[in-house]
């Protein structure tokens, strides 16, 4: 039951300041960090990680996006932590995703506004969408010396 999802603040949510933010919203419900770092990806790196997107017609507006700056990635781990992420981060479209989310507390636009300007549509955070793409993505982005084991604290309470 305990699992681990490979979280991005993709480079929006960087070049905001939004990092602490976010970040803070996953601490508080008790998810452990057990990895994390900064990295500018590359052309060739975003393919690897959007490989099941890149015939679509935004990759290349996704691929510019997800290039444009440096990325904070991390790995978080918690009872059911790939569907409790997916949860706080809300819908794809920030339009649509409900108040109280991330993409729904940060973000506002649409996807027709996104296709009509030819860019990805900018929600800030990338997550892993289920346990195999989780495994997979946590592989992609972190060395197993990069994931540390410890003990937090609060961890009588929160699990
Ligand atoms: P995902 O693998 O779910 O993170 O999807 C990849 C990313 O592509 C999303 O987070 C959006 O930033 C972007 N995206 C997905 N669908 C569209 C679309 N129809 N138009 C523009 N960008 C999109």
Same mark, same amino acid.
């Given at each position: 039951?305990?699992?681990?999802?490979? +979280?991005?603040?993709?480079?929006?949510?960087?070049?905001?300041?939004?990092?602490?933010?976010?970040? =803070?919203?996953?601490?508080?419900?008790?998810?452990?960090?057990?990895?994390?770092?900064?990295?500018?990806?590359?052309?060739?790196?975003? *393919?690897?990680?959007? #490989?099941a997107?890149?015939?679509?017609?935004?990759?290349?507006?996704?691929?510019?996006?997800?290039?444009?700056? !440096? +990325?904070?990635?991390?790995?978080?781990?918690?009872? #059911?932590?790939? $569907?409790? +992420?997916?949860?706080?981060?809300?819908?794809?479209?920030?339009? =649509? %995703?409900?108040?109280?989310?991330?993409?729904?507390?940060?973000?506002?636009?649409?996807?027709?506004?996104a296709?009509?300007?030819g @860019? %990805? @549509?900018?929600?800030?955070?990338? %997550?892993?969408?289920?346990?195999?793409? %989780?495994?997979q993505?946590?592989?992609?982005?972190?060395?197993?010396?990069?994931l540390?084991?410890?003990? !937090?604290?609060? $961890? *009588?309470h929160?699990?």
């Amino acid at each position: 039951m305990i699992d681990q999802s490979l +979280v991005l603040i993709k480079p929006d949510g960087v070049q905001r300041g939004l990092v602490g933010e976010i970040l =803070s919203r996953f601490e508080k419900v008790g998810l452990t960090i057990v990895g994390m770092k900064m990295f500018w990806v590359t052309p060739d790196f975003a *393919k690897k990680h959007y #490989n099941a997107h890149v015939d679509k017609a935004f990759y290349a507006g996704l691929e510019a996006m997800i290039t444009e700056g !440096p +990325v904070i990635a991390m790995v978080l781990e918690g009872v #059911n932590a790939v $569907e409790l +992420v997916r949860k706080m981060v809300g819908g794809t479209e920030p339009k =649509s %995703a409900q108040p109280g989310t991330i993409r729904g507390d940060y973000a506002h636009v649409s996807y027709e506004y996104a296709d009509e300007k030819g @860019i %990805a @549509i900018k929600n800030l955070i990338h %997550a892993s969408g289920n346990l195999e793409e %989780a495994k997979q993505e946590v592989a992609l982005w972190f060395t197993k010396e990069e994931l540390h084991k410890y003990e !937090p604290t609060h $961890e *009588k309470h929160t699990r």
